[in-house]
């Protein structure tokens, strides 16, 4: 004589789960999209969590034809863009002009105008950072605080409206990695005096 185990699986409470799953779902959607939507209108388009949902691919919040596995994983995708501070507005405008704030930009009014001045700065950035690295006169490691320094006063120099020459890069360039050098013997000698 054997046993026979039967088991049920309560179809409805499956059902009422996936129910709840998908109205969640569908309520993180349509507050993600409304909040692209205003990053776009208000043309903050180069915010770090604009950025990576355009790195993501830049696809639309959706799970409108999406099995439940595949609902889950943009649940989770809509969270990671949901809690990044800079998915508002406010967060976006606040990040920007904290950046603005630490590179002394004062006119921060017109937020288009500010995004395409950190955009520029960083590029400058970039184009430095990536000249000295690949020197082979360069031997010392410069700070991002220094480099952003060096850039940041040379931009208000110039302006930031600039389009970097390469002999705009070398000078920068050159003048950080004097500074680096110097840096570098000034914290040597200090060391040295010290131990007599």
Do not use: C, H
């Not at 600039?162 to 004097?178: M, N, Y």
Request: a positive charge; charged letters at 35%; zero cysteines.
């Amino acid at each position: 004589m054997g046993i026979k185990i039967t088991t049920t699986i309560d179809k409805t409470n499956i059902k009422r789960q996936e129910r709840a799953l998908r109205q969640e779902a569908s309520r993180l959607v349509s507050m993600a999209n409304k909040r692209l939507k205003r990053l776009e209108k208000q043309d903050l388009t180069q915010t770090p969590a604009y950025k990576k949902w355009v790195e993501n691919g830049g696809q639309k919040f959706g799970i409108k034809g999406k099995s439940n596995e595949e609902v889950k994983q943009e649940i989770s995708r809509m969270e990671s863009f949901l809690k990044k501070q800079t998915s508002t507005v406010t967060g976006a405008k606040k990040y920007l002009r904290n950046v603005a704030s630490e590179l002394n930009i004062d006119d921060i009014r017109d937020y288009a105008k500010l995004q395409s001045k950190l955009n520029n700065f960083f590029e400058v950035t970039a184009k430095v950072k990536e000249y000295l690295y690949n020197s082979k006169e360069v031997s010392v490691s410069i700070g991002y605080k220094k480099l952003w320094e060096e850039v940041n006063n040379y931009m208000q120099e110039v302006g930031y409206e600039i389009q970097l020459t390469e002999e705009d890069v070398l000078k920068l360039a050159k003048t950080l990695a004097d500074k680096g050098a110097a840096g570098y013997v000034d914290k040597t000698l200090d060391s040295f005096l010290d131990e007599f």
